[in-house]
């Protein structure tokens, strides 16, 4: 069974350009879930996504926003980079919304450069 | 507002000893607390978790103990092995949640 795969590996822009980075979920799971792991931070959750719709956001500005497909692979755009957007973003799926007992299951993550 | 905190950023141990990582969690609701294990360059992987009506949840070298009038919960890992170096995250998560809660991690390094 595929993890969950995301693309791409590293990306690097600069100040005021935007960023659109790719996720696909494990097969089965409809839930994705986006967290930013900046430096010396723990796991932020950023979005979370199900069935096509977002369902809840984290204390994260407008600039970043995303979406789901049908296939439920999803991505995540940052518009309008700033240099503390440089981080990890890591992809996460799950059947349906996580719970303790319904864990969720990562990707490799994206490693976003801010020049 | 951090409600999962992990205060101990790093911790280095010698192969074949105990390894004891330390979380604390502010928020009274949760209900559900796991350990995700993560390597360089790979995404973070469940490793264990317990449900607030235990207070010890055993997997092989791995437990994890939950003090609920403290709200602080330990993983050891008996014995270290060098595989066993990474990073290692506390997670929470209510019955209401809709999201995993993480501490900001601590580094293992088992020293052989």
């Known amino acids: 069974e595929a993890g969950v795969t995301q693309s791409p590996t590293h990306l690097i822009k600069t100040r005021g350009q935007q960023a659109t980075l790719r996720c696909s979920p494990i097969s089965g799971h409809t839930s994705v879930y986006w967290y930013q792991q900046a430096l010396g931070l723990g796991l932020q959750f950023l979005l979370w996504y199900d069935e096509g719709e977002e369902r809840n956001r984290g204390n994260f500005p407008p600039r970043f926003s995303g979406r789901q497909f049908p296939n439920y692979s999803s991505e995540l755009n940052v518009n309008a980079l700033e240099l503390e957007d440089s981080a990890l973003y890591l992809c996460?799926?799950?059947?349906?919304?996580?719970?303790?007992?319904?864990?969720?299951?990562f990707g490799a993550g994206s490693r976003l450069t801010v020049l | 507002d951090q409600q999962v905190k992990q205060n101990s950023p790093s911790l280095s141990v010698q192969e074949g000893r105990i390894s004891i990582l330390n979380c604390d969690y502010t928020n009274s609701m949760f209900d559900y607390f796991l350990w995700y294990k993560k390597y360089p360059a790979e995404g973070p992987t469940f490793l264990i978790s317990i449900s607030s009506i235990k207070d010890k949840n055993e997997d092989g070298r791995f437990t994890v103990f939950l003090n609920k009038s403290a709200k602080h919960l330990s993983l050891h890992i008996v014995p270290s092995q060098p595989g066993d170096s990474a990073v290692y995250f506390c997670a929470a998560i209510g019955s209401n949640d809709y999201k995993l809660s993480f501490g900001a991690g601590t580094t293992v390094t088992v020293r052989a």
């Open positions: 996460a799926s799950s059947q349906v919304r996580v719970t303790g007992a319904n864990v969720l299951t």
